[in-house]
């Protein structure tokens, strides 16, 4: 995972498969810090690789958008895991795009 803090956004990159309480603590923990850090830009959270994510990481997710108003954006690099979160009506709840990398 690479934080990438761009003018127009902080970017927080995952590479490989989401799959373990660790791997989304510390992808919790990077978007957490990325928000701090860096107030004034939005977060774009970039899941490369990944073709499922864990509950644990959608309901964070969903949290720091729609309770905590964070400005983030998911973009995902696996249509498998696109297609997922559309079929679970997550699209839109939880800002994702399809990514363009």
Do not use: C, W
């Amino acid at each position: 995972m690479v934080t990438k803090v761009r003018s127009e956004s902080v970017d927080v990159v995952v590479t490989g498969t989401i799959k373990t309480v660790s791997d989304t603590q510390a992808i919790k923990d990077a978007v957490l810090k990325a928000h701090t850090s860096h107030l004034d830009v939005p977060i774009r959270l970039l899941l490369q690789d990944s073709f499922i994510i864990t509950s644990s990481l959608i309901g964070f997710l969903i949290k720091v958008i729609k309770m905590d108003h964070y400005a983030l954006i998911v973009e995902v690099g696996s249509l498998e895991l696109y297609e997922m979160l559309e079929d679970m009506n997550l699209i839109e709840i939880m800002n994702v795009r399809k990514a363009s990398v």
